[in-house]
């Protein structure tokens, strides 16, 4: 499987120890029992489960975000960036209960009373290390392409059952080229993550994978 163009990037900076020196605030480590199918291998994905990548319902202002952190014991990883600055994406870190507990739930657990389902939060997803130091998260988009041997009406036919199969909204981006982007939401099935292993066993799907943002993470 060819690497997919990542078509959003994120870059937060987070600086100082504050945030693993403070009293009132755990250090989780890392989780590795998670995967990503390129093809038809599982590549090994290193979770941390001290931040998450959140993107915000747009339109809240900064008091709004805080309280909205507060309520679930939360805060912002840099307190000096503004997610409104940044299209309400942002990194939080988690203090007394570990990263997955705050993630957005798929499907049939969508209506969870759970930090990730606020209707304040778009998606809560995680973040995973990589060995050069950076990390790339997890968001709520993925890539797709189909087999070259499929007509074109065929693909789109494909694609419409998918996007009404799965609840995906299709972002349509002509340079593209063969690829497609897709948006979950929290009434679809699964996660971008989880999707786009499943598509990568579709005998019609080439490529599958999630439009991951990257970040430099420094503490």
């Not at 093809?39 to 809240?60: A, C």
């Amino acid at each position: 499987m060819r690497n997919l163009l990542c078509v959003s990037f994120i870059l937060i900076l987070l600086s100082g120890c504050a945030l693993f020196d403070s009293e009132d605030v755990h250090d989780f480590g890392t989780e590795t029992d998670h995967f990503l199918i390129e093809g038809s291998e599982e590549q090994p994905l290193n979770r941390n489960r001290n931040f998450i990548n959140v993107e915000f319902t747009p339109g809240q202002d900064l008091d709004a975000l805080n309280r909205l952190l507060n309520n679930y014991n939360l805060s912002f990883a840099n307190p000096s960036v503004n997610p409104a600055d940044f299209n309400y994406k942002t990194v939080v870190r988690v203090r007394d209960k570990p990263a997955e507990e705050y993630y957005t739930r798929y499907g049939s657990s969508s209506s969870l009373n759970s930090f990730g389902n606020d209707p304040g939060v778009v998606f809560a997803l995680p973040i995973y290390e990589l060995p050069d130091g950076g990390n790339k998260s997890l968001t709520n988009q993925l890539l797709l392409s189909f087999d070259e041997s499929l007509s074109e009406e065929r693909k789109i036919h494909l694609l419409d059952s998918l996007k009404t199969a799965d609840h995906l909204a299709h972002i349509e981006r002509e340079w593209l080229g063969d690829l497609f982007l897709l948006q979950v939401d929290k009434n679809s099935p699964r996660s971008s993550l989880d999707l786009s292993n499943h598509y990568q066993t579709l005998p019609f799907i080439k490529t599958s994978g999630p439009n991951f943002g990257y970040s430099v993470m420094r503490h």
